[in-house]
T-cell receptor, first 112, second 113 residues
Framework: QQPVQSPQAVILREGEDAVINCSSSKALYSVHWYRQKHGEAPVFLMILLKGGEQKGHEKISASFNEKKQQSSLYLTASQLSYSGTYFC?????????????FGGGTRVLVKP | DTEVTQTPKHLVMGMTNKKSLKCEQHMGHRAMYWYKQKAKKPPELMFVYSYEKLSINESVPSRFSPECPNSSLLNLHLHALQPEDSALYLCASNDGNSNQPQHFGDGTRLSIL
């Protein structure tokens, strides 16, 4: 099943914060976050494994609530470069190769 | 520039043509992936190869035929495609572990006439 992302779109002013959520109805093994700009390849941001550990990369961080099967991506003090579509990819079981199922995406637009 | 190279970048073909998409990586990754992405939609997994063997086929129509000649190369052979197969085809690779990211190529934009 495809994970559900919310919101579908968000518009920010430079310097503002935002939270993107990714929810699954099934137990997850890992959650991967990617950002894709128009006409480009998805770019890896971070991976959350079950255990609830929060990861961070500069001013973008994420958490994974294993009980709720929900991951959240936090954009802090957003920059113009943060614009793009954010996808969460979920993995239900550990298998040969990662079978990722991506959510519908959240379109983020950061304005000056 | 990405470390996963896909060729061609664009492909236009008729429904009766046979063509192939190529993906190459030299990062020593042992898992390679094909995804299909329609406009404004997320990537959808098609195939996974692990150690050069097909490990996942997401019920993809037989008009798409993957091939992994060696650990660095992944092909997708196309035959008798339909207009609805027009999409961006993305290749990715990693070492197959859940704690490692998938590295995506820039994709091949395919148009079926």
């Amino acid at each position: 099943q495809q994970p559900v992302q919310s919101p579908q779109a968000v518009i920010l002013r430079e310097g503002e914060d935002a939270v993107i959520n990714c929810s699954s109805s099934k137990a997850l093994y890992s959650v991967h976050w990617y950002r894709q700009k128009h006409g480009e390849a998805p770019v890896f941001l971070m991976i959350l494994l079950k255990g609830g550990e929060q990861k961070g990369h500069e001013k973008i961080s994420a958490s994974f609530n294993e009980k709720k099967q929900q991951s959240s991506l936090y954009l802090t003090a957003s920059q113009l470069s943060y614009s793009g579509t954010y996808f969460c990819g979920t993995e239900r079981v550990k298998a040969a190769g990662n079978k990722l199922t991506f959510g519908g995406g959240t379109r983020v637009l950061v304005k000056p | 520039d990405t470390e996963v190279t896909q060729t061609p970048k664009h492909l236009v073909m008729g429904m009766t043509n046979k063509k192939s998409l190529k993906c190459e990586q030299h990062m020593g990754h042992r898992a390679m992936y094909w995804y299909k992405q329609k406009a404004k939609k997320p990537p959808e997994l098609m195939f996974v190869y692990s150690y050069e063997k097909l490990s996942i086929n997401e019920s993809v129509p037989s008009r798409f035929s993957p091939e992994c000649p060696n650990s660095s190369l992944l092909n997708l052979h196309l035959h008798a495609l339909q207009p609805e197969d027009s999409a961006l085809y993305l290749c990715a690779s990693n070492d197959g572990n859940s704690n490692q990211p998938q590295h995506f190529g820039d994709g091949t934009r395919l148009s079926i006439l």
